[in-house]
Structure formats: structure tokens, C-alpha cells
């Protein structure tokens, strides 16, 4: 079982382009790692500009020939582009937009204008026929100093 997240980047205008993480979204590991590897805006940026991922720090990496995954040598993101699949980045137009995407996500995590990293407990409430978010509730949560 996943512990699914979103990862935003806030921009001046108030929007927020951000991208689907699959792996370990709770802030004692994602939000851990992201102050640690990715706390500078240009990083950020790096990282959202990939699209959607499995997980943004591991040594495992998509073979686009076959779709398993192998190990490599260093430290970064495993993207889904990498076994060849179009998943960028979306843009929200503010915060209650980001929120009421729906990839199953339990947090949302913003890289604010003042360069620090904000996480977000994400609760959903459907549709009847659960084809549409109705409602999102949200409440700010601690990312620990480590892990």
C-alpha cells in the first residue's frame, strides 16, 4: 500500500504546478527529503519539471525497454516518463484547486514563495457514484527535522 502525495511549487500568482508522488508521502519521509534534497526553488523546479513519479529520492530507475526497474548509482527521482508514460505536471490556479486534484493523496506539500516546504493532511469527500471530489478538508501538518 501507498502512501500517495502531491508536490506543489507556489508561484507568484498564487498557482501551484505540482506533481503526483507514489511512495512514502507522509511527512516523516517525503517532507523529510524534500527539506533535505530539494530546498532551494531551482530544485523544486527540477524536480516538478520531470512530472509525475513513483518517488523522488531512490536508487531505483525505470528501464523504458521493458518497464522493470533497475538500480543506479546515485540519488534522484524515478519518473513515470522514464517507462515512457505522459505524466506532467498540472498547474492550479490557487490552494483550494491544488487540493481538490485527486490522485488518491493523503498529503499535499507546497515549496512556498518564502523557500520553505509546507505539508497538508488531505481528506476527501466524494460523489455517491465516487467519480468526483465534492470536498476537500485540509489541516497543516509538521515535517520533523528528520528522520
Known amino acids: 500500500m501507498s502512501t500517495r502525495a502531491r508536490i ?37 523546479k527540477e524536480l516538478i519539471k520531470g512530472g509525475d513519479m513513483s518517488c523522488c529520492w531512490t536508487t531505483r530507475r525505470w528501464n523504458k525497454e521493458g518497464g522493470r526497474d533497475i538500480e543506479v548509482s546515485f540519488n534522484g527521482a524515478n519518473y513515470y516518463s522514464y517507462r ?37 493532511q488531505v481528506y476527501k469527500k466524494f460523489s455517491e457514484d465516487y467519480t468526483k471530489v465534492v470536498h476537500t478538508n485540509t489541516r497543516p501538518v509538521e515535517i520533523p527535522i528528520d528522520k
Open 84 to 120: 515512457n508514460e505522459d505524466a506532467p505536471s498540472k498547474i492550479s490556479k490557487n490552494f483550494d484547486e491544488y487540493m481538490m486534484i485527486d490522485c488518491g493523496q493523503e498529503f499535499a506539500y507546497i515549496y512556498t514563495l518564502e523557500n520553505k516546504w509546507e505539508a497538508h
Open 8 to 44: 506543489g511549487i507556489l508561484k507568484d500568482d498564487a498557482s501551484i504546478e505540482s506533481v503526483y508522488h507514489h511512495f512514502d508521502g507522509y511527512p516523516e519521509w517525503l517532507g523529510v527529503i524534500l527539506n533535505e534534497q530539494y530546498n532551494k526553488r531551482n530544485k523544486v
